[in-house]
């Protein structure tokens, strides 16, 4: 069965440092891979999805994620952090199916 | 569009009550989905549907939980007697069948409090 590991619970940046959330899959078959992201008192909005050819997606609000099968990878990041960019995100995988699997999510944290 | 819709937004009920959570998905998407998500436990797939049909309910927690889809445009999540560990936000969330992956769009919650 697919899983989803978020590494750290947390991640705190300064506004314009680089931002990356981490996410590792476990999937028997080729992945459909996702990022959410839910802003306080929302549900989850899509930010970006690999599903197949070109390994680095380009979601909205500028960040992107890159899809590496030999690390089994699909790492967030956006190059310079903005306070509106708080919030909670989460990566999820589908084994081709319409059933998702969630990771724990990440929250994270802008400072000023 | 609208989104997915659900009512209500907040509902705040006594131990051992009926609880009726709503939803109505996007026009034309043939997933629905039931979702629970708590601090201790995240974000747990509860049931979902294809067509107005159950697919897979070994998310629901137990017998108290039912989710019915009478049309394509409504769906109902009930807990019947609710308890206080069933306090949770509730999202409800709906997909198309596609070729290019399968995004689903969530609703913005209903946030459940038992006391």
């Known amino acids: 069965a697919q899983s989803v590991t978020q590494l750290g619970s947390h991640v705190s940046v300064s506004e314009g440092a680089l931002v990356l959330l981490r996410c590792n899959y476990s999937?028997?078959?080729?992945?459909?891979l996702f990022w959410y992201v839910q802003y306080p008192n929302q549900g989850l909005q899509l930010l970006l999805k690999?599903?197949?050819?070109?390994?680095l997606v380009k979601g909205i609000n500028g960040f992107e994620a890159e899809f590496k099968k030999s690390e089994t990878s699909f790492h967030l990041t956006k190059p310079s952090a903005h306070m509106s960019d708080a919030a909670e995100y989460f990566c999820?995988?589908?084994?081709?199916?319409?059933?998702?699997?969630f990771g724990t999510g990440t929250r994270l944290l802008v400072s000023p | 569009d609208a989104g997915v819709i659900q009512s209500p937004r907040h509902e705040v009920t006594e131990m051992g009550q009926e609880v009726t959570l709503r939803c109505k998905p996007i026009?034309?998407?043939?997933?629905l989905f039931w979702y629970r998500q708590t601090m201790m436990r995240g974000l747990e797939l509860l049931i979902y549907?294809?067509?107005?049909?159950?697919?897979?309910d070994s998310g629901m927690p137990e017998d108290r939980f039912s989710a019915k889809m009478p049309n394509a445009s409504f769906s109902t999540l009930k807990i019947q007697p609710s308890e206080p560990r069933d306090s949770a936000v509730y999202f409800c969330?709906?997909?198309?069948?596609?070729?290019?992956?399968?995004?689903?769009?969530f609703g913005p919650g209903t946030r459940l409090t038992v006391t």
């Open positions: 999937s028997s078959v080729p992945p459909y």
């Open positions: 969330a709906s997909s198309r069948t596609s070729g290019q992956g399968y995004e689903q769009y």
């Open positions: 026009s034309g998407h043939d997933y």
């Open positions: 549907f294809n067509n107005n049909v159950p697919i897979d």
């Open positions: 690999y599903t197949t050819g070109a390994t």
């Open positions: 999820a995988v589908s084994e081709g199916f319409q059933k998702l699997v």
